[in-house]
């Protein structure tokens, strides 16, 4: 779980915040562990939108600008891997991260999404240090392109 949800007096609860509102857009069919990832990416200062679809998605994260996307390969409209692509092709968004998140640790879903154009891949489930780090590592990288 994120720090918030550590007992009281745990030095680890003191959220970490970053500089600004960086903005993230996040995608995944599962209600339940996106509002957790959301309430504890918010808990850590960032500014989250959520959807659970594809539908429109290219059109949102255009309007949105997030500073990265993170996405479920597997949504129930869409498949993960061909947003990510889209995202990769389109000029306006092919500068924004695509954190890609899996219930499947096969290497072809690997390779699949390196081959769509995403640079981070979690597999599910995941600590959640993790993708705060990798959340951090991939914008930072975007930055100095």
Do not use: W
């Amino acid at each position: 779980m994120f720090a918030d949800t550590l007992p009281e007096g745990d030095p680890q609860i003191q959220p970490v915040f970053v500089q600004s509102r960086e903005k993230i857009f996040l995608v995944d069919d599962d209600e339940t562990h996106l509002e957790i990832l959301r309430h504890g990416l918010e808990f850590q200062g960032f500014e989250v939108v959520t959807q659970t679809c594809g539908k429109d998605l290219l059109d949102k994260i255009i309007a949105y600008k997030p500073d990265t996307v993170i996405l479920d390969i597997y949504l129930p409209d869409a498949n993960g891997l061909e947003i990510c692509q889209e995202l990769m092709d389109h000029p306006t968004t092919a500068m924004i991260p695509v954190i890609i998140l899996s219930g499947s640790i096969e290497k072809s879903v690997v390779r699949q999404a390196r081959s769509a154009g995403c640079r981070y891949f979690l597999s599910k489930p995941f600590d959640p240090n993790a993708i705060l780090i990798m959340i951090r590592q991939a914008i930072d990288e975007c930055r100095l392109r």
